[in-house]
């Protein structure tokens, strides 16, 4: 109990000191629908930040569907599409947040929870993006987790990701991701910060907060 506390009080002190220096906030609510092997779900997402020193606002829906091919792996794909003002302004480098409609399609593995209570996770994805004027940017994304059970509701967790566009054949970008998951039989809510690096001529940092509630039924 005590080696828990500790975990939790440094992933505090990681966490939230990057509140202060986030530059888009997002809060996001979903259902979920289980049948058998396949899992439904239906999201909806705020975005509100600035960019290039002009300030956004959108609104995100996603529908999405997933099979577990085993206890191992599974096999998903998404849909979504973007409502934002007309005179929004978004960073040229910045990976998805100027196109209108998106499709990704996933390939995941969970491995099993270790005795120590860490669980590794792989999500591979291809992802296409459309932005407003019909312009086609497609990625290979790779992300990796590592989440802690420290306790039956609380899963505090870390993870990395790559993006690759395949229209410039390069490594366009990487995410950090910092959070907790707090499970409470049907519902689960994610706290998160990520902290994206992207690059155009010259590097670049983004810094995302944000809150996600999902309710769940079988």
């Not at 196109?99 to 120590?116: E, M």
Request: net charge positive; proline share 1%; aromatic share 16%.
């Amino acid at each position: 109990m005590k080696k828990r506390l500790i975990c939790g009080i440094i992933w505090s002190m990681l966490v939230c000191p990057h509140f202060v220096f986030s530059q888009e906030y997002r809060i996001e609510a979903g259902l979920g629908y289980n049948i058998q092997r396949v899992g439904l779900s239906a999201d909806l997402q705020g975005r509100s930040g600035y960019s290039d020193n002009q300030s956004y606002n959108s609104i995100l829906s996603q529908f999405g569907v997933e099979y577990e091919l085993s206890k191992r792996f599974d096999l998903a794909a998404s849909a979504r599409y973007t409502n934002s003002k007309e005179n929004d302004s978004f960073s040229e480098s910045s990976i998805d947040y100027d196109n209108k409609s998106r499709l990704t399609f996933d390939l995941g593995y969970n491995a099993k929870r270790y005795d120590n209570q860490i669980k590794f996770k792989n999500r591979l994805r291809y992802q296409v993006n459309i932005n407003e004027g019909g312009i086609q940017k497609s990625y290979f994304r790779e992300k990796v987790t590592f989440d802690y059970k420290l306790s039956d509701l609380l899963s505090p967790y870390a993870a990395i990701e790559v993006y690759y566009h395949l229209q410039k054949q390069e490594l366009s970008a990487y995410r950090i991701y910092l959070g907790s998951e707090i499970e409470m039989g049907k519902h689960k809510v994610d706290c998160f910060f990520i902290n994206e690096i992207s690059h155009k001529n010259s590097f670049e940092l983004f810094y995302i907060l944000g809150i996600a509630y999902k309710f769940k039924t079988d």
